[in-house]
């Protein structure tokens, strides 16, 4: 049976043929999710060695799906939040569909990888419309199972599909998880048209189409001069144009953004102290996790034959992240219940420290493979407990209606430093790569190590002299809690979105009792 009032969800009972079909095809969309969250970082030395390119040049089909998703995460989201949210998940997939197929494609020419994994990035916006509708079109007991399941099934998926995309890379060819990927997502297309209801209950929502035509120039800019200085040259007139521009168009973003009545991002909430500090640790932290991520995929795959690395295949780098992955799920998880009894704002350096000290060992003991799983462990530790912490710490410091908002600014935030970590990686490793040579020297490694390590004690640093404005634990009402723990699955599973709509859940949940 469903029910539905005037200006209220449909709701869809299990006693349907939909009912009961509504959360497996959600859990296939985070399958998808997991599937192209994991077709990167492993498979970077595979393609540049492909498609003839540097490494560093390599990085990009990395870099520029996170950079995608940084930018269309919000615009999907605000479009999702509103009637249209099958239409966005079926537009969304489609879009994956392509770029999947145009990365699979049998060629040489790199630029077209390059705008398939961009596409591809589409897909990192697409879970946190699942958990919406999950949210909206199930009974509220049904919906917290369905969460629930959603945030098992995206993070054990993305550490499943790092060894899976290897042992595909190793056997028959990368271009093969591509076409798998492209295969599921026209499944998806099939399941979601069928099966997922229409939100005619949401209204529309306005769309900062300038913020989004300034952010994606600004930030690509940005990211081209870290990542090609060395071969432009650092003191080059085009690096230096480049960058000025793209200052100059961040500085317009900035000023657009805190006058327009509908932000693509809401930087006014970061006048609040609480909210910038953890804003900013989010950013600076994503930066280190990239940067390590980055170095950890291509030092195992780096031949032993160069006096250093492991000279391990894809699966084995693959299965190196599972642990990270696996460990971010469990500590998140205890971090959240720490959060009820002790200070967020306490733990939140500690979760920091935890990955500035996997970097240090990633700089000076990464000479052997138990090594590097157990850095993976440590990091994963600090990256979950981190993710925990900040939507935790936002959701005390602002107002409950600006609550979503917030949220989605440190996703965005969080994700551009990603996109940062994994240019900037690219851009260390490539200064300590010798003319004519095709591996870095090892100090470069050791170099990007201490980078991240810094940054990481920059953060750490921000987030212990945060001024608290509570020495007692935060206690979040359960609509509150379920916030929270949205915003840390689609963390850790590498997704973004902006869903204004969140505040909303305990009326559904009321209009539904």
């Known amino acids: 049976m469903t029910t539905v009032n005037a200006g209220t969800p449909l709701v869809i009972e299990a006693n349907?043929?939909?009912?009961?079909?509504?959360?497996?095809?959600?859990?296939?969309?985070?399958?998808?999710?997991?599937?192209?969250?994991?077709?990167?970082?492993?498979l970077i030395p595979t393609i540049g060695t492909d498609y003839g390119v540097?490494?560093?040049?390599?990085?990009?089909?990395?870099?520029?799906?996170?950079?995608?998703?940084?930018?269309?995460?919000?615009?999907?989201?605000?479009?999702?939040?509103?009637?249209?949210?099958?239409?966005?998940?079926?537009?969304?997939?489609?879009?994956?569909?392509?770029?999947?197929?145009?990365?699979?494609?049998?060629?040489?020419i790199f630029t077209?990888?390059?705008?398939?994994?961009?596409?591809?990035?589409?897909?990192?916006?697409?879970?946190p419309l699942a958990m919406g509708v999950a949210r909206d079109h199930l009974p509220v007991e049904r919906s917290r199972s369905a969460l629930a399941t959603l945030s098992v099934t995206t993070v054990v998926g993305v550490g499943l599909g790092y060894p899976i995309t290897g042992v595909i890379a190793e056997y028959l060819s990368f271009r093969v998880g591509f076409w798998m990927a492209a295969g599921l997502g026209a499944l998806a297309m099939v399941a979601v048209a069928l099966v997922v209801p229409k939100s005619t209950h949401r209204l529309s929502q306005r769309f900062d189409l300038a913020g989004a035509a300034l952010l994606a120039p600004a930030?690509?800019?940005?990211?081209?001069?870290?990542?090609?200085?060395?071969?432009?040259?650092?003191?080059?007139?085009?690096?230096?144009?480049?960058?000025?521009?793209?200052?100059?168009?961040?500085?317009?973003?900035?000023?657009?953004?805190?006058?327009?009545?509908?932000?693509?991002?809401?930087?006014?909430?970061?006048?609040?102290?609480?909210?910038?500090?953890?804003?900013?640790?989010?950013?600076?932290?994503?930066?280190?996790?990239?940067?390590?991520?980055?170095?950890?995929?291509?030092?195992?795959?780096?031949?032993?034959?160069?006096s250093y690395g492991l000279g391990a295949t894809v699966i084995v780098s693959g299965l190196a992240l599972v642990p990270m992955s696996a460990l971010s799920f469990?500590?998140?998880?205890?971090?959240?219940?720490?959060?009820?009894?002790?200070?967020?704002?306490?733990?939140?350096?500690?979760?920091?420290?935890?990955?500035?000290?996997?970097?240090?060992?990633t700089a000076f003991a990464r000479g052997s493979l138990w090594e590097i799983f157990v850095i993976m462990g440590i990091s994963g530790i600090g990256t979950g407990c981190a993710f925990a912490?900040?939507?935790?710490?936002?959701?005390?410091?602002?107002?409950?209606?600006?609550?979503?908002?917030?949220?989605?600014?440190?996703?965005?935030?969080?994700?551009?430093?990603?996109?940062?970590g994994s240019a900037l990686a690219a851009a260390i490793l490539t200064a300590h790569t010798a003319a004519g040579a095709t591996f870095p020297a090892?100090?470069?490694?050791?170099?990007?190590?201490?980078v991240g390590v810094v940054l990481c004690v920059v953060a750490a640093l921000l987030?212990?002299?945060?001024?608290?404005?509570?020495?007692?634990?935060?206690?979040?009402?359960?609509?509150?809690?379920?916030?929270?723990?949205?915003?840390?699955?689609?963390?850790?599973?590498?997704?973004?979105?902006?869903?204004?709509?969140?505040?909303?859940a305990d009326t559904h949940e009321r209009d539904i009792r």
Request: proline share 5%; charged share 10%; net charge neutral.
């Open 16 to 42: 349907v043929p939909h009912g009961r079909a509504l959360v497996p095809v959600l859990v296939f969309v985070g399958v998808l999710v997991a599937v192209v969250s994991s077709l990167g970082a492993p």
């Open 54 to 108: 540097s490494f560093g040049t390599a990085q990009w089909s990395l870099t520029i799906t996170v950079l995608v998703g940084a930018v269309i995460s919000p615009v999907v989201g605000r479009f999702g939040d509103g009637p249209h949210r099958k239409r966005m998940l079926l537009v969304g997939l489609g879009v994956v569909v392509v770029g999947s197929a145009l990365a699979a494609l049998p060629t040489t």
């Open 112 to 127: 077209l990888l390059l705008i398939g994994r961009g596409l591809q990035g589409v897909g990192l916006a697409l879970m």
């Open 219 to 306: 930030l690509t800019g940005v990211l081209l001069v870290i990542s090609e200085g060395e071969t432009w040259g650092w003191g080059s007139w085009p690096l230096w144009t480049v960058l000025a521009v793209s200052l100059v168009i961040f500085a317009i973003w900035i000023w657009h953004e805190l006058r327009t009545s509908a932000p693509l991002v809401n930087l006014r909430l970061l006048r609040d102290r609480i909210v910038l500090t953890t804003n900013a640790t989010g950013m600076v932290a994503g930066i280190g996790m990239y940067i390590q991520t980055s170095l950890i995929v291509r030092y195992i795959q780096t031949p032993t034959s160069i």
């Open 330 to 361: 469990f500590s998140s998880r205890l971090t959240t219940r720490l959060g009820q009894r002790i200070n967020p704002g306490r733990l939140l350096p500690f979760g920091v420290l935890a990955l500035a000290a996997s970097l240090v060992m």
């Open 389 to 420: 912490v900040m939507p935790r710490m936002i959701v005390g410091a602002v107002p409950a209606d600006e609550t979503s908002s917030a949220l989605a600014t440190n996703q965005v935030l969080r994700t551009i430093g990603y996109s940062i």
């Open 442 to 450: 090892d100090d470069g490694y050791t170099v990007g190590s201490l």
């Open 463 to 504: 987030s212990w002299l945060l001024p608290t404005r509570r020495s007692q634990p935060l206690v979040l009402s359960a609509d509150q809690q379920l916030e929270v723990e949205e915003d840390v699955d689609a963390a850790i599973s590498g997704t973004i979105a902006l869903d204004e709509g969140l505040e909303n």
